[in-house]
């Protein structure tokens, strides 16, 4: 065990119907080898042996690609530090004696489940309403090698791709709003040859979900792509535009 | 003794698939609509599985513990997905790689699934493309390939470091489109805690919504688990912390045999323990021992200068360096496969060479990759009499763009920069290759309940080969299931819906219930965490690396003492009817706490070592794993009865009508 002492402040909130509240959790004996997790995991383990309630919170992987971890660190989506998650955040980014501030990620369209899990169901609701390649499953499919793709078009796609859906672009938004999540998924198949038959009806589809959830508009802040654990950037958002535009310009 | 029917087709190994597609039973379009399906778990089996049965037109119903299908533990894979395209033209086919997968699974996988395997491996990366996933490229716009432990080709596509989230968003993506359409009624945030059984058939599952606390009736024709290996009875292993044993447990308690329960895969690269608060372990892929070198010095001193941090690794001289696997294997070097790794750099950390403060760490080195990559790209760009500096600079660009995110994942847990200083490694728990047992349709011993990917047992033998987990996961969910289902469900083209009222569903469900309750009234001491932790240590200790017979009676009996223990003494606040997620973690401990105990019984019995399963008594003068043919030639096939210790055995014998058995050598 390590000889950092903490405070913690972090959200409770019993439901979704509960008004919920910051409390206090004085830590000590953090070490800084310590995830911000493991943290919390050695802070619930002494709540349990008092017969209190633990802290929900959501996590699985705890190695930055799940998206389960969410977390709103001292007003940081994932806390201090560039494209990690709040898993992969280690206590050294802390000094003995501070005081940490934890809520969960604030939205409209996330509505808290308890504590500091959040429900995004949302994302997979716009995710089934265009974000795929109509393809069924065949063994008879061209050749995976028969159409090449530029090496840069797939990089670019796959960089899009790296999204782990885990909300850090609406929660850190002044607005709510979902584009970073869209776009990266809108973009990455209208940069490859697969996803440009659909691309216009996918951009049409995914945003309409997107309104329909209740995220707000995008006003070009670029908080999101700051926050981005994936560092994802605003250029898809661009892209997203440009394929939404020329969708309703030749919609029919 | 029963016997299992395996239900191999007849026929020459390279028609059999064919064959046996071709006369299975298949059921017509409009009685599909007639037909549910539930599959549990949406990693890439099930989302593969789930996807693809709604895109035929049954009825789906996909199940998942966590907040969306997406986030399924498949997505952490790194490394890549084998598959023979030959497209490097080195030389791969059909068949090496089913030969490549057999021996690297030390001659305990079947044949016939494995080949099947092989076969269907390229039809997996033309379905991905199709589907928008984005593989490497070179710079010709064509596939990029790399080279993984155990094999002499380059057949391993990938996605950078991140080949599983790519391969899973893919599936994921098809997912949605069929729930999209209402072909699949997506539960995400629910947990199966039983299966139920009506008349000998598998018709439904009991869940708990996981938010409302509420027990839930579903019922079906036929229930697919997809629900991933069991590493986390280890406690620390890579796996995510929620993965766990407990629906292939339920069904194991229902009447579905588990096939070989202690063939667990040791990773030999993650990074080390670092002190007892740790949660899990992270994976460093296996790609990187393309271009890592493993060592550690050759002598002792310079070990313990370095625990003692006196010394670094960067103050020891080349000809000081003990690149042990380059010495004991020179065919394969640093890609030999990883049960053979892993024991390699325990045997040296044993021997007192390992490199941290635990003693338990060799170093994975790219020093020499840093160079070699800076020279050719000097070479590249004409730049002539290239300073040091320079190489290093250009040749540290190469090492970041191909395993990038690792090298930061690496810094941000050690809190220490890979490209300057080695990086430390230790193997940990990753895989397990047992599983439920199947039969060559991946049904298990309860008619209409089937087993696919990690969960079942089937084709990886006693060690997987690195890049073919993600393999399997879609060849069982897009191109066998789809299939093999269909046979099963010929015969349900009537049946109508499944009564979920029914005494079998009642009986489930009350006994579900019952044991929630049991929890949450104990009252006792100790979080639940508490008694994973001993139960991790135990079998870490005693059925990890290294087994031994002595060991492995003290692990059963300790085991016991501690699941006593557990039933009495184990604390889970609040209530039922909520978001708990110790409740969710108590249902899952207990159940480890029964699996451990079997897994320790079945390495037990198996008197010979092979692959990731590691008998000291049965070794080599070289220290090679042992193994015996005559006597051990099968799958261990346990039977529920209520206590691990007793449950029966039941053997299927491995038939090797095609790969001649040899010892396994990669020297």
Known sequence: ?252 | MSTLDSKIPPGPIEKKWTDHKSHIRIVAPANKRRIDVIVVGTGLAGGAAAASLAEMGYNVKAFCFQDSARRAHSIAAQGGINAAKNYQNDGDSTFRLFYDTVKGGDYRAREANVYRLAEVSANIIDQCVAQGVPFARDYGGLLDNRSFGGVQVSRTFYARGQTGQQLLLGAYSALMRQVGKGAVQMFDRHEMLDVVVVDGKARGIIARNLITGELERHGAHAVLLCTGGYGNVFFLSTNAMGSNVTAAWKAHKRGAYFGNPCFTQIHPTCIPVSGTHQSKLTLMSESLRNDGRIWVPKSLEDAKAIRDGKKKGSDIAEGDRDYFLERRYPAFGNLVPRDVASRAAKERCDAGFGVNKTGEAVYLDFGAAIQRYGKLEANIHKIENASPEKIRELGTKVVSDKYGNLFEMYENIVGEDPYMHAMKIYPAVHYTMGGLWVDYNLQTTVPGLFALGEANFSDHGANRLGASALMQGLADGYFVIPYTVGDYLADDIRTGAIDTKSAAFEEAETAVKGRIDHFLNNKGTKPVDDFHRRLGKVMWDKCGMARNATGLLEAIAEIRRIREEFWRDVRVPGTANEFNQELEKAGRVADFLELGELMCVDALNRNESCGGHFREEYQEADGEAKRDDVNFRNVFAWEWNGDPSTSPLHKEQLEFEVVKLTQRSYK
Request: charged fraction near 25%.
């Open chain 1, 1 to 252: 065990m390590g000889n950092m002492k903490l405070n913690l402040k972090i959200w409770r909130q019993k439901g979704p119907n509960d008004a919920g509240q910051m409390k206090d959790y004085p830590v000590s004996d953090v070490s800084e080898d310590m995830s911000f997790l493991e943290m919390l995991d050695v802070l619930n383990d002494d709540i349990v042996r008092k017969g209190d309630d633990p802290i929900a919170f959501d996590h699985d992987c705890r190695e930055g690609i799940c998206g389960s971890c969410s977390l709103f660190i001292n007003g940081e989506a994932h806390g201090p530090g560039k494209g990690i998650t709040t898993c992969q955040l280690h206590m050294r980014k802390f000094k003995d004696g501070d005081t940490i501030h934890v809520e969960p990620w604030r939205a409209k369209a996330f509505p808290v489940i308890k504590d500091l899990a959040v429900n995004r169901g949302a994302f997979d609701r716009i995710q089934s309403a265009g974000g795929f390649v109509s393809v069924n499953t065949s063994g008879n499919l061209v050749d995976g090698n028969a159409v090449p793709i530029p090496k840069d078009d797939a990089d670019k796609a796959f960089d899009a791709a790296t999204c782990i859906g885990c909300g850090a672009c609406v929660a850190t938004c002044p607005n709510g709003s979902a584009m970073l999540f869209v776009a990266a998924k809108v973009s990455q198949f209208s940069l490859l040859p697969q996803g440009r038959p659909e691309a216009k009806l996918r951009a049409l589809n995914m945003v309409e979900q997107m309104d329909k959830e209740g995220f707000g508009n995008c006003s070009n802040t670029g908080a999101c792509e700051i926050e981005c654990p994936k560092s994802i950037s605003l250029e898809h958002i661009a892209r997203l535009n440009r394929e939404y535009l020329a969708a309703t310009v030749t919609k029919e």
